[in-house]
Nanobody, 114 residues
Framework: VQFVESGGGWVQPGGSLRLSCVVS????????ITWYRQTPGKERELVAA????????KYAASVEDRFTMFRDNPKNTAYLQMNSLKLEDTGVYYC????????WGQGTQVTVSS
């Protein structure tokens, strides 16, 4: 199984980024996919999770109403649209299955700074 995250970068507060996660080696359209992030000095935390069909999505309270997760099953890809970014959103973002049970990818760095 492989997770390949991309789309990170540097953005000013209030800006937007869209992250992508391409997944291989599992039955993507039957799997709950999640986005996690790791910020300096903190443990990795769950940011958002989407069901296999894409119809149900859950968000961490800290990102609700700012972030939108969605998936494209034919492309084996999950996305995280991040709007109204804040300084505290800075970190490395990873995707995985629910619970983070599989080997992690390299992640993609998001830096929010003025």
């Amino acid at each position: 199984v492989q997770f390949v995250e991309s789309g990170g970068g540097w953005v000013q507060p209030g800006g937007s980024l869209r992250l992508s996660c391409v997944v291989s080696g599992l039955t993507f359209d039957s799997t709950v996919i999640t986005w996690y992030r790791q910020t300096p000095g903190k443990e990795r935390e769950l940011v958002a999770a989407v069901t296999a069909s894409g119809q149900s999505i859950k968000y961490a309270a800290s990102v609700e109403d700012r972030f939108t997760m969605f998936r494209d099953n034919p492309k084996n890809t999950a996305y995280l649209q991040m709007n109204s970014l804040k300084l505290e959103d800075t970190g490395v973002y990873y995707c995985n299955v629910f619970g983070g049970l599989l080997p992690w990818g390299q992640g993609t760095q998001v830096t929010v700074s003025s």
